[in-house]
């Protein structure tokens, strides 16, 4: 494994994370999602993530019951604050009730005294940046929270922030959470810039596009039956008949290479030196191994020009 810097930070983060969206405490049975997470921690990734409303929690508990036999200080904890934990006024958002709350849930769920990074979920224009900033402030100081981070926020969203952070000498955000595949690329254009210019490193969701850049997916009538695509109707809407052709021309890129699609997906983002981490999602064991051999596949100019001329 390699790690990487987060940001201006001096936090170490293994270049594959492993997070728990749609997968620990829903889809994925215990089982398989343990030993997931055992085995990520074996191939040295040190970096996992969750949030509090992935499963109203219960991805949190899962996690939390899994890494306690791990020494804390072993790994890089995160979760996140922001949608709706409940039907009350107060239960969503970034007000500083709704982060001190949550925050407090969350390390009881996980049953950890802090944890390392503490996202911003979305940006919330219904409370003031001082506010929630100040509230994250307070965790730090609290020893409840390590870093800063947020998830999804625009360059110029993150810039008020820092400005707002500078302004009341309030911990400074070192992490941005986005969407990034080959696929999803709006962060090349500002954000990525954006965090080389101003300590803000990128753990990247999604890298894999739900699967669809694994090579699992065929056709769209061809779905198998244990895939995200077979039970969540969203992912299986992302499936169009041109990103499929675009995979199978990344295949034979890959099968060149002697690697798999997935991989040169993953090696391609983090040929960003921006990208601290492509955070993955894994319903077993089996699948932390295939991504954890991307790390240190270095991809030439000529082959990065070749999946330019794919994914245009």
């Known amino acids: 494994m390699n790690y990487r810097k987060l940001g201006g930070s001096g936090l170490k983060v293994s270049e594959i994370s492993l997070g728990s969206w749609l997968t620990y405490g829903g889809y994925v049975e215990r089982e398989n999602a343990v030993k997931a997470v055992h085995k990520a921690y074996e191939l040295g990734i040190n970096s996992f993530d969750t949030a509090n409303v992935y499963e109203r929690g219960a991805a949190e508990t899962l996690l939390g019951e899994t890494i306690k036999s791990f020494p804390r200080e072993s790994y890089v904890l995160a ?29 009881k769920r996980l049953g950890v005294e802090y944890v390392d990074i503490f996202y911003c979920h979305r940006h919330d224009p219904d409370t003031p ?20 981070g947020v998830s999804e926020w625009t360059a110029t969203q993150m810039a008020e922030g820092l400005g707002t952070a500078d302004r009341y000498l309030l911990d400074r955000i070192v992490v941005n959470q986005p969407i990034y595949n080959m696929f999803e690329r709006y962060i090349e254009k500002e954000v990525i810039p954006f965090g080389e210019r101003n300590g803000i490193g990128q753990i990247v969701f999604s890298p894999l596009a739900q699967g669809l850049l694994t090579g699992k997916y065929t056709s769209m009538d061809d779905v198998p039956a244990d895939s995200r695509a077979a039970k969540l109707d969203w992912v299986r809407k992302g499936i169009t008949e041109e990103k499929l052709a675009k995979v199978r021309a990344l295949s034979e890129v890959a099968s060149e290479l002697d690697i798999k699609v997935g991989q ?19 319903s077993n064991p089996d699948q932390v191994v295939e991504n954890v051999q991307a790390v240190g596949i270095e991809l030439s100019e000529d082959v990065i020009e070749r999946i330019e001329q794919i994914l245009k």
């Open 79 to 107: 979760t996140k604050a922001f949608w709706p934990m409940g039907d009350g006024p107060n239960d969503r958002g970034l007000s500083r009730k709704h982060v001190i709350e949550q925050c407090n849930a969350s390390l």
């Open 129 to 148: 940046l001082y506010e929630t900033l100040r509230a994250i402030d307070d965790l730090v100081r609290q020893g409840k929270v390590q870093y800063v």
């Open 264 to 282: 040169l997906a993953l090696a391609w983002i983090l040929r960003q030196p921006n990208v601290a981490s492509a955070l993955v999602g894994a």
